[in-house]
């Protein structure tokens, strides 16, 4: 059996956002209809290191059907080493009959998917006559965020990053999106005008739409300070303590999930849903079943939406699935006879 | 980050029987003294294939520090076709920083340290004069768990081996088995007589030591047949349901395991435990205690001992750790960048 082995590199010449979008929508329906499966999650914390390593495994039925996993690790002390502070491994599997089909670096994986997460809710989920896109964090995660959001809301005519680390680093941030945009992911918006701002809550009060991207684990952004009819993709908060905004921005808001038991363990709504914010039957549903039709989305222009994505195995793997068969059609990445 | 690719057949050429018998006792050993982690396991079952895929996932920490998960996928459908009934990968990364060290087949490490694990039990648990050994099963584990034996136990002067499938079977099997050991193992023991025994009982009635080595599901060997001083090592029944010997065995029988809560929940202990012939409490200790002095062994010729084995994580990862430097070292298998 051949088999593909990929590293981050080749990747990024592979894989390209709009076919990544295209997985990720197609994940999202499919799980909606039960075509998908998460299995539990492993997490394991090294304290001397303060590394924390996890493994995400699970399947997706149907056409795709393949099975797999990914390892990931964090480990922060890698900083200023040859080492990845943020690293990890994928392995995906034909469900016909068990066989593998390619392993690869995670990371970038993990970062393409993510951003094409950001992007298709906040495409959904945002009053159609959104203009103003707000990104919260301007760490390696963020151009993934802007880069599908602005592929596919050709409405947003001015970007703000903030940076709530460092209120000064998004400008030269700011000044360099342009032509990242364009070699790293192929997004051209010359339209869009692109400002850096140092004060959140100035930000905050002309966004539309909020894209939260930070590791943060202390609300940043205050109920107050937000218009009606702004939409929140909440994208950072993926494991137990991490919060980005108000736990009351949930109350009285139209709540999606990309999965509703994971998200109220360990996403955006774990603590508006254990300090009892909101209920999980107050949560109008996940993200999926609007793509399908099955519930509506957003339902008036003052509503406050929130989208919490907490990241699901099964879209690692049809993205997995589909560098594979790029790398294939492409002639690219090492073939290994496992 | 160079890292190696290993297929099935460049780890045959590279592990050899007594290293991974190290490696195995190393990780014994410290698991008896807390130098090791076995995550929780993720086990998926795909119902209309009669299929089953497993992840075990688990840390070696001290010299060894590797962590890392292999997948398992079980496809009874692929029997007569191209693909292997029984295959996987495994990933190991080094602990000190999250970098992969390596991916390969899994099903040959696996077959070894499995093999290595029923060479070690059985020579530290049966008596010193032991001088035949039984192994239940003929099917493709089996010759791991003769060569280990073989090797590490010189006093062992007759082999029986039944295969309780198909009781004629084993002819075959015995017949090629001094070459196939050779070969595959190289392992030589023209002082071992070698045969084949279609009655299971009679095969029992005059062993010392017993290997188990089948997928059973329903108890194989009688009580009533088995002679004082007699050894078992159960390594067959490795998930909920699979049992090989008569529980009734368990009875007064000084019991061991790879690790005690594994083992009353998946292996051979399960339906003792789980029926009330043995309490937790009643079970001796881990091999690991042993290897290490911390308890004794066999504390007497006549008593009949039992070893069960599950398997842990961490015997994979220190044999695959092994595999990545022997393979550095034999200039052998795939340098992929990643």
Same mark, same amino acid.
């Given at each position: ?6 590293? $981050? ?17 197609? +994940? ?9 499966? +998460? ?5 394991? #914390? ?8 996890? +493994? ?10 393949? #099975? &797999? ?43 393409? $998917?993510? %951003? ?38 050709? &409405? ?60 943060? $684990? ?15 993709? !909440? ?19 139209? +709540?999606? !999930? ?26 109008? %549903?996940?993200? %999926? ?50």
């Amino acid at each position: 059996m051949d088999i593909k082995v990929l590293n $981050r590199k080749q990747l990024e010449e592979i894989l390209e956002m709009p076919a990544v979008i295209e997985g990720v929508k197609a +994940v999202y329906e499919a799980k909606a209809e039960g075509g998908t499966a +998460v299995w539990p999650l492993v997490e394991h #914390h090294f304290p001397e290191l303060k590394a924390v390593t996890d +493994v995400r495994s699970g399947a997706v039925m149907g056409d795709v059907n393949v #099975h &797999g996993l990914k390892m990931l690790n964090n480990f922060p002390g890698n900083a200023g080493t040859e080492f990845p502070v943020f690293g990890g491994m994928l392995m995906v599997f034909d469900s016909t009959n068990g066989a593998p089909l390619g392993i690869m670096d995670a990371s970038y994986i993990t970062c393409m $998917r993510t %951003g094409a997460a950001g992007g298709i809710s906040a495409a959904l989920f945002s009053r159609k006559d959104a203009k103003t896109l707000m990104i919260l964090g301007a760490g390696r995660q963020s151009i993934y965020q802007i880069g599908a959001a602005l592929l596919l809301m050709p &409405g947003i005519k001015k970007l703000v990053v903030c940076d709530p680390l460092s209120p000064d680093g998004a400008n030269g941030y700011v000044e360099a999106l342009p032509g990242n945009l364009k070699t790293q992911l192929n997004v051209e918006r010359p339209d869009v005008e692109m400002i850096a701002e140092p004060d959140v809550q100035k930000a905050v009060g002309q966004a539309d739409t909020i894209i939260t991207i930070t590791p943060s $684990r202390t609300p940043v952004i205050k109920k107050e300070w937000v218009k009606p009819g702004t939409h929140f993709s !909440c994208i950072g908060a993926d494991m137990i303590g991490k919060e980005e905004i108000d736990p009351e921005i949930f109350r009285g808001a139209r +709540v999606f !999930c990309d999965d509703i038991d994971q998200c109220c363990r360990v996403g955006e709504t774990e603590i508006p849903f254990k300090t009892g914010v909101i209920a999980k039957e107050q949560i109008a %549903g996940e993200i %999926g079943q609007v793509l399908n039709g099955m519930i509506p989305g957003r339902t008036d222009d003052e509503q406050i939406t929130v989208f919490d994505a907490t990241g699901l195995a099964p879209l690692d793997l049809v993205t997995a699935k589909a560098a594979v068969q790029l790398a294939k059609e492409k002639g690219l990445g090492l073939t290994a006879e496992l």
